[in-house]
C-alpha cells in the first residue's frame, strides 16, 4: 500500500496543467499533460524546450501576445544552440520538431498576430515534442 501511495506521489509531481489551447481566451478549461511525456523522445529530454512552449501558450492565453513573441524567442535560441547536440542523435525527428518550432515563430511574429493561429501551432509544437517526434 505504501507502494502504491509513493508511485501516485511521484506521478501526481509529474503532472503539469496547461491551458487548453484550443478554446477562448475566457473560461479556458485547463487540460493535463505529463511533464515526463517529451523524455522518452529519440532526441533525449526536451523538458526545457517544452517548459518555453507552455509559458508561451500561457501568455497566447492571457491574449498577452507580445509577451508571448518575447518568450518563443527563448525556445529559437536554446533549441539552435543545442542543435549540434541534438540532431546527430535522430535527425529526422529533431527536423519534425524544428519545422514545428518554425511554424510557432511565424505565427507569434506576423505583422498581425493572429490569437487562434499561435494558439494552433503551440498546441501541434507541444503535440510533436509530447509524442510526434518519437514516431
Known amino acids: 500500500m505504501k507502494q502504491r501511495i509513493r508511485i501516485f506521489a511521484t506521478v501526481a509531481r509529474s503532472l503539469v496543467f496547461v491551458p487548453a489551447l484550443g478554446s477562448g481566451l475566457a473560461a479556458t478549461p485547463m487540460i493535463m499533460v505529463s511533464a515526463e511525456a517529451a523524455t522518452a523522445s529519440k532526441l533525449g529530454d ?3 524546450f517544452r517548459k518555453i512552449v507552455v509559458d508561451t501558450s500561457m501568455l497566447v492565453e492571457k491574449g498577452d501576445l507580445v509577451a508571448a ?3 518563443i524567442k527563448d525556445l529559437e535560441t536554446s533549441w539552435d544552440d543545442a542543435e549540434p547536440s541534438l540532431k546527430p542523435r535522430a535527425a529526422a525527428e529533431w527536423h519534425k ?3 514545428a518550432i518554425d511554424r510557432a515563430l511565424a505565427a507569434l511574429r506576423a505583422g498581425v498576430p493572429d490569437a487562434a493561429a499561435c494558439k494552433q501551432s503551440l498546441s501541434e509544437l ?3 515534442m509530447d509524442s510526434g517526434a518519437n514516431s
Open 69 to 71: 513573441k518575447a518568450r
Open 46 to 48: 526536451l523538458q526545457a
Open 126 to 128: 507541444l503535440a510533436m
Open 97 to 99: 520538431v524544428d519545422k
